[in-house]
């Protein structure tokens, strides 16, 4: 069975940093985009970044471009989102989710529907 594995939430003040990790284990691919979600209470889970495949194409929410960096290291299956200049407004659950591909590929899927995988989700927290 497939596990995606959050980790490095926390609580931190505005304009501090955190560095989210996601651990792939037993995915039933090789290859796989990965992107990140986040979730605040009483909203929708909301799209915040994703990178493909082949690790070179990446897109993000206008809310956090510039501010957050996605990054991968396929060879240890782990997936990484560097958030800075963290805010309030960031507050969330954050998941990653995989969605696997047949190839090396620049696909960089931004639909949570796109995902056929997902981790348990990671609590952060920015205190104004």
């Known amino acids: 069975q497939a596990q995606l594995e959050t980790s490095g939430g926390g609580l931190v003040q505005t304009g501090d940093s955190l560095r989210l990790t996601c651990t792939v284990s037993r995915l039933p691919y090789i290859y796989y985009a990965l992107g990140w979600f986040r979730q605040a209470p009483g909203k929708e889970r909301e799209f915040v970044a994703t990178i493909s495949s082949s690790g070179d194409v990446t897109e993000y929410a206008d809310s956090v471009k510039g501010r957050f960096t996605i990054s991968r290291d396929s060879a240890k299956n782990t997936g990484n989102l560097q958030m800075d200049s963290l805010k309030p407004e960031d507050t969330a659950v954050y998941f990653c989710?995989?969605?696997?591909?047949?190839?090396?590929?620049?696909?960089?899927?931004?639909?949570?529907?796109?995902?056929?995988?997902w981790g348990q989700g990671t609590q952060v927290t920015v205190a104004s």
């Open positions: 989710a995989a969605r696997g591909t047949n190839d090396y590929s620049h696909y960089i899927p931004r639909s949570a529907n796109d995902y056929y995988y």
